[in-house]
Structures are given as C-alpha cells and as structure tokens.
C-alpha cells in the first residue's frame, strides 16, 4: 500500500475580512524554491475572492498577502470567485476559476505573465439550459438519468430573473501543449470530460460548443467507477507529466450516511493522446480521517486543486472540511508504479 503522509494544516482563516469564513482549494505552481499559493477565501456570507500566499519549499509560509488578488468585478461573479487552479503554457499563467453569480457556477478564466497582475478573459465553458444540454447531447435513457438528478435544479427554470444553467466547473488545463494544442479538461457532473487540440481559446465559440455536444459521450474522460467515487467524480489538480503518462489527482464522491464524503483519487492518462486512461487506483489516494478534515464548513471533505514536486515528493495542498488549507505528501515514482499496477 501506498505510504501517504498528512503533512497537516498549512493556511487557517484569519480574522481580515476577506477571508474570516475559511480558506480552501488551492491552485499551486513551483517557481525555484518557491511554492506560490492562489487560494480561495471566504467572507461570512459565502463570497469569495483569490488571496495569495508564498511557501519556501513545499511547506514553509514566506509571506501571505492581507488583501485578495482577485475579487469579482462582473455580473458573473457577482457572489465570489472560486476554486483556482494555476498553468504555465510557454510564458503565460493561466488561472482557471469558478465564478458565481448566485445562480449559476461556471468556469472562467485568467492570464498572467507575473502572477501579480492578472487579465480576465470571462466564462471559458457552455453556458447551456439544461434542456438544451440534453437535446444536443442526445443521451441514451441511462446518461440522462444521471445527468438529470445532478443538473435539472431540482425543476427551476429561473432564479432571481436569471435563468438555471447546467453547471459546469473544474475547467483545468494541461500544463503544455500537445502536438502544438491547447487541452484541458472541465466537470459537468457525475462525470469528468476534457476538450482536446483547440488551436486558439478563441475557437470556443457557441458553435464549438454546439458540436461538441453533439459527440459529448466521446469526450467523458473519467466516470465514476469505484466505491470511495460512486456518486460522482470531479477535477483536482493540473495534470503532473510522468515518463509513464499524465498523472492525475482529481477528487470523487460518496454519499453516506453521514452526508458525501470527498476523498482524493488518483488515474494516470496517456501522454500523447490523455482522452485515454492509463489507470486508476481502486481505492482513495487519501480520504478525511482527522478532526481538521471531518469537521468544519462542510464536514468529510479532502478536495485536493493543486501539486507540485521536490525531488521525487509529490506535494499535493487540498480544501480540509471547505475551511483550511491542508498538505499530503508521497513519493512520486511510488504512485505511478502504483497505478501501472493498477492498469485498466
């Protein structure tokens, strides 16, 4: 079995206004010896914005800003800004995010060339009813039972005058091209699909979306499969480039009898085609088992967004109980070889 070590909390809330409510769900990226941290954070109420926060090596705050370096400027993320994940492509940073509007959740993006300033770009995913996902999806009477407990909103066409639509998060990109293309992946649930060899972001236009709708069943990447992710499955950390294949943490879901429990889950995809899974541990990478993870905003929640590597130790920052920010660590090569164990 695979030796995970809990390195324990790293960031708690603090009494700043911006973020007395909690912080949670890290994007991560290495720079030197420097581990930078974009989190979310949260006001009393539920909004959210970006803080920041400088690790020397994986472990040790360097320096944590008093202020948010994002916040919601639009309509669409009126309510908070969400769950950051973080890229470099070439010489660009690409942090992905969820905006909230108070009725829907959707994926947004912004490039950087600093990690200090940040230029907005605006809602990245389909902004689709959830009727209109289902005709173009043409799902069989299976899929769309699934689609329908998760994205239906309980029958609400409209909230607030703005109309209900499927959510659709996670967006989080590979972390280089492939044969000169941009891939990244996205969640509308229970599933985890992936958009792949888009010459330019704006090619993502309304009829891009519509044909891939069209062949939506080609583009699932991961489904639920096993017990800890039975209810549903869902983006974690940017993919990590092995010798073996794309490694990648994601996050699944089980509903319990204490409420779903999120644990972090790990598959490992082909390097030059990754809409192909390599394999998949069949049990949790590691799931709540201290009081910091099992009580708190949201109880039994381990949400791993962002990772990053000294030597051969995978460090891997996740949301603990959706209130604090916490650390696992384990060896790299031991994972892999423990998923090629694992093949499908």
Not at 76 to 88: A, F, H, N, T, W
Not at 287 to 313: H, I, Q, R, S
Request: proline share 5%.
């Amino acid at each position: 079995m695979l030796n995970v070590r809990k390195e324990g909390i790293i960031l708690e809330k603090t009494a700043l206004e911006f973020e007395n409510e909690g912080v949670l769900n890290p994007a991560a990226i290495r720079e030197g010896e420097f581990v930078h941290l974009f989190y979310r954070a949260v006001h009393i109420g539920n909004h959210s914005s970006i803080g920041y926060c400088l690790l020397k090596g994986p472990l040790k705050i360097e320096d944590r800003h008093y202020k948010p370096i994002l916040v919601p400027e639009f309509d669409y993320e009126s309510q908070g800004i969400e769950d950051p994940r973080l890229v470099k492509i070439d010489e660009l940073y690409y942090l992905t995010y969820t905006a909230f509007d108070g009725v829907n959740a959707l994926g947004c993006l912004a490039t950087s060339t600093d990690l200090i300033h940040f230029e907005k770009k605006g809602i990245m995913v389909p902004q689709i009813t959830y009727e209109e996902f289902n005709k173009l999806s043409n799902t069989n009477p299976s899929m769309d039972s699934k689609y329908f407990r998760y994205n239906q909103h309980e029958g609400i066409l409209e909230k607030d005058g703005i109309k209900m639509l499927v959510w659709d998060k996670n967006v989080i990109f590979f972390p280089r091209k492939i044969n000169g293309k941009f891939y990244f992946m996205h969640r509308i649930r229970p599933e985890v699909q992936i958009v792949v060899a888009i010459d330019k972001l704006e090619d993502l236009t309304i009829d891009f979306w519509r044909d891939y709708f069209l062949r939506f069943n080609d583009f699932v990447l991961l489904s639920p499969k096993y017990d800890h992710e039975i209810s549903y499955i869902g983006g974690g950390c940017p993919p990590i480039e092995t010798e073996h294949g794309w490694l990648l943490i994601y996050h699944g879901v089980k509903d319990s009898l204490k409420g779903y429990v999120y644990s972090a889950c790990a598959a490992l995809l082909d390097l030059e085609n990754p809409q192909k899974e390599i394999a998949r541990l069949p049990y949790a990478l590691f799931k709540p088992e201290y009081v910091w993870e099992l009580k708190g905003e949201v109880n039994n929640v381990c949400f791993p967004t962002g990772a990053v590597v000294f030597d051969d130790m995978l460090y891997i920052y996740y949301g603990a109980a959706d209130e604090r920010i916490a650390c696992a660590s384990m060896s790299l090569s031991e994972l892999v070889n423990e998923l090629l164990a694992n093949k499908i």
